[in-house]
């Protein structure tokens, strides 16, 4: 709008002083004449255009040296203008450039947290695997224990087996019973470790029962019900 108004303002100091110029320079035209000789007209007397041209002059100077502080400002203000725009370029690239590496660390830690969350579904299955090889492991353990068992017992069973045979091999007769032997009559549900439990207080001892009848006991250890035993 100031460049506007400046520019109004030269224009119509431009035309006054063209005005002014035009009327120094020039002579009006006569009057028609009413005789055949024509009258010569009277100059107009310039000394009253002067001081109009004079002042003229001065707005048009006035009005040039306002225009020249007029694009002064408008420059400044220009540069102003450049220079905050610049800044706010300045400034949008840098949060452009913050909002880009938030971005890319966002992505990261969602990443990070992709991959914590897949160790530890990992890490859960094999916790559940490993649960599950202990425990068969365990079952395992306890079926070896069974067997080691039955493989002992059934190793001592076969020593006392042979004891016998060889026993029987020296001598035919069974041992007389010593007077602080007692003896036991085989009833159902008896065992050679709860004979020895209910004489001896312990399980351990069956085998000196087994050892003390072999040949009221089958090879396979099974009792017969009626049996008489000794108890040593």
Known sequence: MKSTHLLSVLVLALIVSL???????????????????????????????????????????????????????????????????????????????????????IATAQAEATRANEALASLQRASAQYASDLATARALIRQLQGTNTIIVTENYQLKTRLAGIANSAVSLTPPATSPGEKSHLVVAGDSLARISQRYYGTANRWQDIYLANPDKIGLDGVLRLGTQLRIP
Do not use: H
Request: glycine share 2%; hydrophobic share 40%; proline share 9%.
């Open 19 to 105: 005005n002014a110029r035009a009327e120094v320079g020039t002579v009006p035209s006569p009057a028609p004449a009413v005789t055949p000789a024509p009258i010569a007209p009277a100059p107009e007397n310039s000394s009253d255009l002067a001081p109009r041209l004079t002042e003229a002059e001065s707005k048009l100077e006035i009005a040039l040296s306002s225009y020249g502080l007029l694009q002064k400002e408008f420059d400044a203000l220009t540069e102003n203008s450049n220079k905050a725009a610049a800044a706010s370029l300045s400034e949008k690239n840098a949060l452009t450039a913050q909002v880009a590496v938030a971005e890319s660390r």
